[in-house]
């Protein structure tokens, strides 16, 4: 009876997870772009409509995993690449797990080396598990199909400034019809030289630096009018995201969400649409 | 009388005493408390009782005398720098790092280190810090983010021990590579009582849902542990040799696991019964119970008053062995019913009636909804612990075949976590 009663089940579960996994693959999902919350931290994930996967930060802890556990599918366990903005613990942090867990196609960074033995453990974990490592820079471009991920910066000079946050890698997707930019932790100074070479228009922004005060100007916002932005920020001491950045945002009509008080934020785009799914309230 | 009852009021007198000395009752009222208990609950003649109130005093004055003997020497509140030995493998939250550090000489005492998210401090390791320590909430010396640590030495620690924190890492990890992260939370709490990287949001559900006992190692799991080795053993070779190996095993496994009091118990009670077995004498719970108690509370006799795990997995034991037999006449069960859920229930029931008091004057709440969630869950937790079991195994041949068993177990995982989440909200 017990035997019984627990193969049917066990059955039932099996069909459940089957057929599951037949449905999901004849839907084809569309281009989604999720900000995962990860506390005080950055962390993107673009998953193209075939399941290509590319991760744009990765928080400072581990809890990126448990947001990759409710976004990815049980089995999948490969993640195309893996890019940090800059080598600062809030970015790579929860990367060094990531790698430990999933399998990873190519890791990207902009050169830079980080300080201490986090970075210098990290880094070993990379060669360890013979994970390629590639650099880039501003004009690298990643091209898959008719998408593309366009790098922006850093130039050299802003890879050599002082602040590490300026050095950041900035991505732009473009594909299906909308513009995403990924601008790390860069500040005025960056967003300048970005301006200055660039034709800036976007519609969705992530937001640099948690929100800080000295990122996202208004003469950058003027140019990249973002619909969508969205601060990866959770408990700190630095005030992120500042009121003055809200207000920024606010002013130019810009809808803005927060990982802090949104949960995850998810992006599905199609055709130039895009709808916004969130884990908490909004 | 017969020589394992005089052990068993030996034992029992002596915790007594230890309990009434660390719950600071006066002497007197706990000789008087003997006295009373001797006599008139248990009638033993008047001999007896006061060779018995002689124990109980005994019982008292080691606890005081242990005491003694390990009083802190830790200023507190005032920055010092400190040097000591990590006794426990760190423990990797997803906040912070907590690292047990044994202190060395001219400080004493234990003390908790909570560091920033990864670390690469390990078992063993000699570490100097300055820090201000504070006292915790739950009586545990702390210091928070310490600074300029250092690692000055290293392998100070147990080699045995080492090892097996090893042995258990490289098994999480093969879970963690085919689990998603809350799924492998699970699993490694439910075969390897690794509590680390449950979240605070799920530890409260499973607060909340009454379920924290099953699905972080616990009796119920150690005994599925020892039934399935001894009958794989048995399969393999002769008793004989099933009965020496799980007799190392056991051990091995409390050691593996960071030997919490609940994992302690159950591997003592285990070896118990494996003995009584080999010996084909009569398993007596109420003696193998109190000897364990007696052996714990002799290493450690301020576990008894201080660790809420020990008294809760005791008391959990009780009710099953004592108020599960009386449940069970009383409603006159007949047949299981579907998945068990009768016999599941009235277990259930039984060990939260016998820990509600501990809860109550513990943590204030109860958890009204725990016996739902229990029977629901339950009957899985084997076939769980056997799936997940032989994933960790397939990680070593094939990562494909480890991804697929790793599926199948996801499902069983998934189910448990949405019954703990979902009698976890706040009800009332």
Known sequence: ?282 | MPLHDKAFYFSLFFIIGTLAAGFDLRIWWALLGALLISKIFFSLSTKRTLIFTVVCFLGFFYLHFYDVLHKDVIPLGEDARFGGVIVEEPREGIDSTRVTVKLNEPHKGEVWLYTSPGTTLEYGEEITFEGSVEISPGGVNVISYPGELEVVGEGKGSSIRGALIGLKNVLIAKLEAVLPAEHAALASGLLLGERAEFTDEFEEAMRNSGTTHIVALSGYNIAILVLAISGIFSYLWNRRVAFYLSLLIIPGFVVMTGAAPSVIRAGIMGLILLLAENQSRPFSPRNAIVLTALGMILLDPRIGVDDVGFQLSFAALLGIIYLYPFLEKKFNIQNEGFLSWKKNALQAASAQIAVLPIILSTFGFFSPVALISNVLILEFIPVTMLLAFITTILGFVSFHLSLIMGWISSVFLGYEIFIIKFFGLSWF
């Open chain 1, 1 to 282: 009876m017990k035997f019984l009663s627990l193969s049917f089940l066990a059955l039932v579960g099996f069909n459940v997870i089957v057929w599951q996994g037949v449905i999901e693959r004849n839907t084809k999902d569309p281009l989604a772009v999720h900000f995962l919350d990860v506390g005080q931290g950055d962390s993107e994930l673009i998953v193209f409509p075939d399941g290509v996967k590319v991760l744009i930060d990765g928080g400072p802890s581990k809890e990126i995993l448990f947001e990759l556990g409710e976004v990815l599918s049980p089995t999948d366990r490969y993640i195309d690449l893996v890019m940090i903005t800059h080598p600062q613990l809030d970015h790579y942090g929860g990367i060094k797990d990531v790698i430990e867990r999933y399998q990873i196609g190519a890791f990207i960074f902009n050169g830079e080396e980080g300080a201490g033995d986090a970075w210098d453990e990290f880094k070993k974990e990379l060669r360890e598990r013979e994970i390629p490592i590639i650099v880039l820079g501003e004009g690298d471009k990643i091209k898959y199909g008719d998408r593309e991920i366009n790098i922006l910066s850093p130039t050299v000079e802003l890879l050599a400034h002082r602040d590490l946050n300026e050095g950041s890698l900035v991505a732009e997707l473009v594909g299906d019809g909308i513009k995403a930019l990924f601008t790390g932790d860069i500040g005025l100074t960056a967003e300048a030289v970005l301006l200055e070479k660039y034709d800036m228009d976007i519609d969705v922004l992530k937001v640099a630096h948690h929100g800080s005060r000295y990122s996202t100007g208004m003469d950058f916002l003027d140019e990249t009018t973002p619909l969508i932005s969205v601060i990866g920020v959770g408990e700190n001491n630095f005030g992120h995201p500042t009121e003055a950045t809200l207000q920024r945002l606010s002013r130019l009509g810009s809808t803005t969400y927060r990982t802090d008080e949104n949960g995850r934020v998810s992006l599905i785009i199609e055709d130039g649409k895009v709808g916004v799914k969130t884990k908490m309230g909004n």
